[in-house]
């Protein structure tokens, strides 16, 4: 009798929730976490909201920080050690929010443990050892997002949503701007891999992400005019100030320019010319409030300064689509060969500024061999391939390695 009740009282509260409209998750994913920084704790967040999610666990190296969010968020367990996140029994994928230098290293690890995997850009910290990663993901069936989370801002997702149900027609040419509201610390910028690698990258995979073709080639030029101490560090790390074109098959280019500083606040902004219209966004401010008066006539206040503000909704929503990714089977919404791509993109970015010509992203691709014993580069000097709209077909065998020709490539999309 007492069963009966209970599964009475059961199927009174289902029918309750469906008469009110509450979704009733098909499947929930148990998800650790390490890092609770800024980012991890973002996500941690994102997580407790989302109804297919639950975070079981949280690291970080002072483990007053993981027991602070474990608090704050109902995590039931945190620890000091990123393995015991990794190979804690219950849990089904690693939301990896760690440092750069620890990216690589970890997410070998989860991909040994046949954990899935979320992990904050970078991949790694070079080519060879994100390709190396990439294909340790791949061997192990395991799915890997790269965290690109301009993808999922809402204003850059109207964006590509206009492209793709044709609002504008066929593209004519793009502009994206990237700008900071203040220059970094020296010490950020010091080997912290240079503009391109650090800043820019979001605007190339933006650029790709919404051309929705490959790039062949480009051409970058870098400047200092801020912060004139940086001018003694080497290559990309000397320029505050940059600006990019993105040639892609079929001859359409994308111009980017990106600063790290703009007085006025964070200035993230695209625009799209179409045959049949053009469609832009605006910065986003705190409010709508707008001011009228005899001097002045605008915004009440200044656009967001802090990226965290700024994209705050699309660290939401990039963790609600690899979840329902994991619930439903479904491929990565960013994968491991779009964060490689990008950072390819960087890198010849970076070349085109110190050589001062336009740099085929087949001479980067092409300078990275692999086969059973990992991923190096062999040339630096490669000569460009003629070929070069079909460098990433070509690139497939290289990268892959000789033991995994009946895979599945690493730039099949």
Known sequence: IICQ???????????????????????????????????????????????????????NPTVSKAESVARMYNVPEWTADADEVINHPDVEAVWICSPSSFHAEQLVKCAAAGKHIFCEKPIATDLPETISAINVCADANVKLMTALQR??????????????????????????CSRDPAPPPFEYVKGGGGIFKDMAVHDLDMSRHLMGSEPVEILASGTCHIDKKIMKLQGPEAYDTANIIVRYAGG????????RQAPYGYDQRA????????????????????????????????????????????????????????????????TGEDGLIALIMAIAAGKSAQENRWVQFSEVA??????????????????????TENWMQRAVSNLRGSSSTKKKGIFSR
């Open 5 to 59: 009740i209970l599964k009475m009282r059961i199927v009174g509260i289902l029918f309750i929730a469906v008469v009110n409209g509450l979704q009733i998750p098909s499947r929930v994913v148990n998800v650790g976490v390490i890092g609770a920084g800024r980012i991890g704790v973002v996500h941690v967040e994102a997580l407790a909201n989302c109804q297919n999610a639950k975070c079981v666990i949280i690291s």
């Open 151 to 176: 993808r999922f801002d809402p204003n850059f997702a109207r964006v590509k949503k206009a492209i793709v149900d044709n609002e504008i027609g066929d593209i004519i040419t793009m502009k994206l």
């Open 252 to 259: 359409k280019e994308a111009i980017i320019d990106v600063c």
């Open 271 to 334: 625009e799209v010319l179409g045959t049949k219209a053009m469609i832009q966004t605006d910065n986003m401010y705190p409010n709508t409030a707008r001011i009228f008066a005899a001097d002045y006539t605008g915004n009440a206040d200044l656009p967001y300064d802090f990226f965290m503000s700024r994209y705050k909704e699309a660290y939401k929503q990039e963790t609600v689509a690899f979840v329902d990714a994991l619930v439903n089977d479904m491929p990565s919404p960013c």
């Open 366 to 387: 092409d300078s990275v061999k692999c086969d059973e014993e990992g991923c190096m580069i062999v040339d630096l000097g490669v000569e460009p391939n003629l070929e």
